[in-house]
């Protein structure tokens, strides 16, 4: 018991951690290796930003700068990754009770059923243990239905345009660039703050169209999603089992 609790203190302290990371990841900027773009990633790793230098046809032409808005991307990306790296190693290092962790309220959530069930309520046990078992069988099915439509979903790819239509953006199912693709006539023209202003725009609305299948989406509309928020709330949970009318 005592390796069990241990093994569990470990869990407990890595998720700790790990979420402490992931809270603290904020805006990330990063450049080409020209120097000529500059990407900014938001919180969740999306591009919220591209700027263009006035400098810019010195290192791309028209068909090759998408691939220095990628290489800014990439460049972004690890920086981020770093940042996050950086932050976990100092949270897993902190001394015993300094790092935030995740409540483990098993036992808890078993009170509150045991409070939110209707003390008079002469249901049958056979009958609540049956909806318990729907439950999980449910649960195990919803499991494979999420998993399959968040596989279909990252790989699923997203496009977006830019408000004059100047700019297409193409991205993954997980926010990652595919592709940008340019009007030359206008590229060859266009100030380098229009240009930038416009990839971002194509970018944002591509972001936009891939949000409605985003993971979260997925699993809250999913009999997953709402076998999870029965599990937190007692009340409705006592109902579904036929313990409280």
């Known amino acids: 018991m005592e390796a069990i609790g241990r093994t569990r203190d470990d869990i407990v302290r890595g998720s700790g951690a790990f979420r402490e990371a992931t809270g603290s990841l904020g805006p990330v900027t ?27 046809k010195n290192s791309y032409t028209a068909h090759s700068l998408a691939a220095g808005v990628n290489d800014a991307a990439t460049a972004a990306g690890v920086a981020r990754l770093e940042q996050w790296g950086t932050t976990l190693v100092e949270a897993d290092e902190r001394p015993s009770g300094r790092v935030v962790t995740p409540q483990l309220d098993a036992d808890d959530e078993a009170q509150r059923l045991s409070e939110a069930v209707d003390r008079d309520r002469s249901g049958s046990v056979d009958a609540s243990m049956q909806v318990m078992r729907d439950l999980l069988h449910e649960l195990v099915e919803s499991i494979e239905e999420v998993r399959d439509e968040v596989r279909e979903h990252l790989s699923k790819e997203y496009t977006g345009r830019s408000a004059s239509g100047h700019v297409k953006a193409t991205i993954a199912g997980n926010g990652t660039l595919l592709d940008l693709t340019f009007d030359h006539t206008w590229l060859d023209s266009a100030h380098p703050a229009n240009v930038g202003r416009e990839a971002t725009q194509a970018l944002h609305e591509a972001y936009r169209q891939a949000g409605g299948d985003d993971v979260e989406t997925i ?17 409705a949970l006592a109902r579904a089992m036929g313990l409280r009318n």
């Not at 450049?31 to 900014?40: N, Q, R």
């Not at 790793?45 to 006035?54: D, K, N, P």
Request: hydrophobic share 40%; aromatic share 2%.
């Open 219 to 235: 699993v809250a509309r999913s009999p997953l999603g709402r076998i999870q928020r029965l599990s937190e709330d007692p009340v």
């Open 30 to 56: 990063a450049k080409d290796e020209t120097g000529a773009i500059t990407v900014t990633l938001d919180e969740q790793g999306r591009i919220s930003a591209i700027l263009v230098s006035m400098t810019w």
